[in-house]
């Protein structure tokens, strides 16, 4: 089910603003832009076609971020570029929303996934994509990369400890995602 993160319609709401201008960038993960921390995340997740299509469904309709106990509200029920969602994770008055906009998708024969980029009120500033490969022996890989910076004094504060924070949330959404497909 999709939840809408207000009753105006998506062309209806005022946009918020991408906060970097390398908008895409993880598109070619081999080149991402200078000044951010870099992130690449790859492990296995299942074999075989049925794996490749149920993890590339997980990972686009936000069933893997949720099976991760992260809330998601988005204004659709699968990544198209355009959406906007709102992650969030925390207990009650702790729990911390971040607003994203998917950029990219990939819909593909061997390929499926997405990106999204920080919006303004996000922690962070940067981009982040969530891939499922299928390998031609029958692997299926999910890879998370990203670049970022900090984007508020408490990300800032955080200095090295945010890097570490983002590869263990990559580790999980990996397990998330491979439980979701023994399933």
């Not at 998601?72 to 709102?86: K, M, S």
């Not at 408490?154 to 959404?173: D, E, K, W």
Request: a positive charge.
């Amino acid at each position: 089910m999709t939840r809408l993160t207000n009753s105006l319609s998506r062309r209806e709401r005022p946009r918020p603003a991408l906060t970097y201008p390398e908008v895409g960038a993880t598109r070619t993960p081999a080149h991402l832009p200078e000044g951010y921390h870099h992130l690449r995340h790859t492990m296995a997740v299942g074999h075989g076609r049925a794996a490749f299509e149920a993890a590339g469904a997980a990972v686009t309709t936000w069933r893997m971020h949720r099976a991760t106990g992260a809330g998601v509200l988005a204004d659709a029920g699968r990544a198209e570029p355009g959406v906007t969602l709102e992650v969030s994770a925390g207990i009650g008055p702790l729990r911390l929303g971040v607003p994203c906009s998917v950029i990219w998708t990939a819909y593909e024969e061997h390929r499926t996934g997405f990106a999204y980029g920080t919006l303004t009120g996000h922690p962070e500033c940067g981009e982040e994509s969530f891939m499922v490969d299928l390998d031609p022996d029958g692997t299926v890989r999910f890879t998370v990369t990203a670049f970022s910076r900090p984007a508020a004094w408490y990300t800032r504060l955080g200095g090295p400890l945010i890097p570490v924070l983002q590869r263990a949330y990559a580790r999980h959404l990996g397990r998330a995602l491979r439980r979701l497909v023994g399933e």
